[in-house]
Structure formats: structure tokens, C-alpha cells
């Protein structure tokens, strides 16, 4: 939900008053539980975005994030896998990449998700969890030096990211570091 909003005040007005509209009446959709007039309003924007390949990236963007949160995997990799193909903004197709590769490790397709991850890392160094993401998907697939080199080099980034210093700590067999004061690396 959090890459959700970042695009859409990113993307916002790309393609006037009628795509932001669709967007926020999906939105209210959902926080009423109305699924299927969420994903027809999601569909709206899409149809919407027109011919703009940056606005009809957002939006598709925006309804793969939906699609995955309901459960709708070929949607939301269908939808990922157009709008990967409509942007050329490095930046974007990194968050792109690294929300297919979040979809692929729930589907426990460790492979195609590691190679996500390290596509988006290639385009934007910086994005913040993609490291650990991808150190849990080696640690599944019991490449346990790698997974520990990328919890390391998450936490050199940022030596308190939690997601990483849990998912370290869960590797190295040592309790949450968390709910500790101090870890013991």
C-alpha cells in the first residue's frame, strides 16, 4: 500500500481530473470491502491513462498491487509485466520489478523473484528493503552465504532496518534483535 501511494502522488494528474478519480473511487472501494467495484474502477483508470504510456504504467501498476493483495496472481503479473513494458523511467521499473519479485516469492518462485530483486537493485541501489527481500529469497532456497551477504549489506545502508536485522537473526539462529536492546553484531 505504501508503493501504492508513492505512485499515485508521483503519477498524479498525468492524465487529468478523470484517472485520479477512477483511482480514488477504487480506493474508497476498497476500504468499503466493495472488491469487485474496486477492480472495475482499477480497470477504469487503466482505460483512462489512454495512450500515455507513463499514466497507463501507473495505473496498471496501481491494479497489480491490488490484484496481488487479493490473491489475483496472473492479473497483477500481467499487469506488472505491461507496465514494464510501457516505462522507461529507471526508477519506476525498479519499484516494478521489486513488486513482481514480492509476488513471485509469495508464490515461492525464488528464481524469477532473486532475479527481480536484482534487476531493481541494478536500476536503483537505494530502494530500501529490496536487499533483504532478496536475502530471503536465498535463504529459501538455502543459499545461506548470499542471503547473509545481502542482510549485511542492507544493514550497512541502514544498520537499524528492521526487516533486516530480524531476518539476520533468524538465519544466524539468535533471537529477534528488535525486541533487544542491543544485537549482538
Do not use: C
Amino acid at each position: 500500500m505504501k508503493r501504492l501511494l508513492a505512485l499515485t502522488i508521483l503519477f498524479a494528474g498525468l492524465s487529468g481530473p478523470a484517472f485520479a478519480g477512477a483511482q480514488a473511487d477504487a480506493e474508497a472501494a476498497l476500504d468499503k470491502d466493495d472488491t469487485a467495484r474496486a477492480f472495475a474502477l482499477y480497470t477504469q483508470a487503466v482505460a483512462d491513462a489512454g495512450k500515455d504510456p507513463a499514466a497507463r504504467a501507473s495505473a496498471l501498476y496501481d491494479r497489480a498491487e491490488v490484484y496481488a493483495r487479493y490473491a489475483k496472481d496472473a492479473d497483477a503479473l500481467a499487469d506488472y509485466d505491461e507496465a514494464l513494458a510501457l516505462t522507461a523511467d529507471p526508477a519506476f521499473k525498479a519499484l516494478l520489478l521489486s513488486s513482481r519479485g514480492d509476488l513471485y516469492a509469495q508464490e515461492r518462485r525464488y528464481p524469477q523473484a532473486i532475479a527481480d530483486y536484482t534487476q531493481a537493485l541494478a536500476l536503483k541501489p537505494d530502494l530500501v528493503g529490496v536487499l533483504t527481500a532478496r536475502g530471503q529469497a536465498h535463504q529459501r532456497q538455502r543459499e545461506n552465504d548470499l542471503a547473509l551477504a545481502d542482510f549485511d549489506a542492507e544493514l550497512k545502508a541502514d544498520p537499524k532496518y528492521p526487516g533486516a536485522l530480524r531476518a539476520k537473526a533468524r538465519l544466524l539462529g539468535q533471537p529477534d534483535p528488535t525486541q533487544i536492546a542491543e544485537h549482538p553484531w
